[in-house]
């Protein structure tokens, strides 16, 4: 019994093991991007409200369209899905016309973001006793909750040390998924010899 509870753990390990290829490339690409929001962080910060901004003219667009193509939605849900639609079109419209109004909201939103992150991260750090690179995973969700808390208190920071804070938050956390890669790669192949031996 304990054998086959060793052999199915070991197998499972092996399996998330033999995926670490996949928290490496997440790793790398956000190191990448870290780097280019580092080397321009001005332009950055301008690129991401566009993108936001055409992100809900998209969605209000096929909201709206999807409210009257939909046979099977019935009236209210059809209300509701066009309103939102044609909301989120306006909302978009206003966010590509004012890019510095957008620029701050989404500042906000990142502050708030980067908290329940950070929180999520020390509380899964602190009450599981067995992760693996628990400490560097607290360390993280500290730094994270720090930066959103400075983002808040200070709305008047500057967009550009705005960019430069997310720049410097990603490159730490590309450098931990790739840390994280390497640990699963050695953690699964002993998992594997582990679950030969049984």
Known sequence: MVDDLTQDAADVVARVGRHWGWVLTFGILTVLLSLLILVW????????????????????????????????????????????????????????????????????????????????????????????????????GLLSILVGVIVLVWPAISLTTLAILLGIWLLILGAMEILLAFRLRSVGEAASRIATAT
Do not use: C
């Open 41 to 140: 962080p001005d332009k950055t910060v301008v690129v991401v409200a566009v993108l936001f901004g055409l992100q809900l003219v998209i969605a209000g667009i096929f909201r709206f369209v999807a409210a009257f193509a939909i046979d099977e939605a019935p009236g209210g849900a059809r209300v509701l899905m066009a309103l939102l639609g044609v909301l989120s079109f306006i909302i978009g419209l206003y966010a590509l016309r004012h890019i510095n109004v957008t620029i701050v909201a989404l500042a906000v939103l990142f502050g708030i973001f980067w908290i329940v992150h950070g929180s999520i991260e020390l509380f899964t750090a602190l009450s599981q006793r067995d992760l693996p690179e628990r400490g560097w995973i607290a360390v993280l």
